[in-house]
């Protein structure tokens, strides 16, 4: 992999911040012309691995704002408290579609 | 009927791994009391617990959905703990009509008019996802800074109702909200006097503040004359 300046976030639920399990979503990668993209994890996650009928519900609602995420930085302040994103980091700048999936399948902790 | 009294939760306390991101002016953080329950805990001034009890108990009374509140027993300084709304997201506009609890935005607005809450932001709204898809449960949060927590100050502004500088900018009046914020301060005008100063007494107790009589004489006549308060601030929603 290349080094780039294109750089990665995780947007996480975090299921329990008391044992700090969280589930990744999708990745923010801000390319190095400064734009955003949103790759959304394989799989959304259900009510089995989240535990609640209540929580699928939320994530399967904001499913359609989190395509539309464009900024890199934060998040709407709408998307409350238990959607967090991981501090940036570096990006390989090969088509991300393959490694962003390999970490969006282990970005639970 | 009785108003209640506000719970005590003794420690020990357990902080989240995970800091969410809760805003206030105060840092709320989130803790685990030994029940297990989820509770936002925020380290506020006598002032502040006196605008949350107030608001808490008299939003009872208006119907308004405030979480639990409770004060935290673990230290000598108080703390302010408001149940934790799980799975949940802020103000959003295009979510209105997924509400289980439309009325509940009317009888917020009355509280808010009566109690001069001046910070009903974004954040203070919370929709709460339920078990039916696409429909929420709308909770009103952080009263804090509502101006009844410092009674000298409420009563200088005689009658007056807050501004409306700090709801979302879409925020907007809709079918039913009206209605619903009028029959707030029409519960509220009718009612008793004893209520209105047991409301006193138990959030001056939790709070460990001066001026009882101040604050009973103040809140009594804006109750009393919630609905032009409530009407002048739906006004100024609306001139916005």
């Known amino acids: ?109 | 009927m009785g108003i209640g009294a506000i719970a005590r939760v003794r420690g020990p306390f357990t902080r989240a791994e995970i800091d969410l991101e809760l805003r206030g002016a105060h840092h709320p953080y989130l803790v685990r009391d030994a029940a297990q329950r989820w509770w936002v805990r925020k380290p506020l001034p006598a002032r502040g617990i006196l605008a949350e009890s107030v608001g808490g108990l008299l939003g009872r009374l208006l119907g308004v959905e405030v979480p639990e509140l409770a004060i935290s027993g673990d230290d000598d300084r108080c703390g302010w703990l408001s149940a934790f709304v799980r799975d949940a997201h802020h103000w959003d506009r295009s979510r209105m009509g997924a509400l289980a609890n439309p009325e509940g935005l009317g009888r917020m607005l009355a509280l808010d008019a009566i109690i001069h809450n001046e910070d009903r932001n974004t954040e203070n709204f919370i929709f709460e996802s339920l078990d039916e898809p696409e429909r929420f449960w709308c909770w009103a949060i952080d009263m804090e800074s509502a101006l009844v927590g410092m009674p000298r100050a409420l009563a200088s502004k005689g009658l007056a109702a807050p501004r409306p500088h700090a709801l979302p900018a879409d925020f907007a009046i809709v079918d039913g909200m009206v209605e619903t914020a009028r029959a707030a301060a029409e519960l509220a005008r009718d009612a008793d006097d004893g209520l209105i100063r047991e409301i006193v007494d138990v959030a001056m107790d939790a709070a460990g503040t001066l001026d009882r009589e101040v604050l009973s004489e103040v809140l009594l006549a804006r109750c009393r004359h919630a609905p032009r308060i409530v009407e002048d601030y739906l006004a100024r929603i609306e001139a916005r």
């Open chain 1, 1 to 109: 992999m290349k080094a780039s300046l294109r750089q990665l976030r995780l947007l996480q639920y975090v299921a329990d911040p008391f044992t700090g399990r969280c589930v990744s979503l999708a990745a923010l990668i801000r390319e190095a012309d400064g734009s955003t993209r949103v790759i959304l994890a394989p799989t959304t996650p259900g009510k089995e691995e989240l535990g609640s009928v209540r929580t699928a519900n939320l994530l399967a609602s904001l499913q359609r704002d989190i395509v539309e995420l464009d900024a890199f930085e934060r998040l709407p302040r709408s998307f409350g408290p238990q959607l967090i994103l991981t501090a940036p980091e570096p990006a390989p700048s090969d088509e991300p579609a393959d490694w962003v999936w390999t970490r969006l399948g282990a970005g639970a902790r």
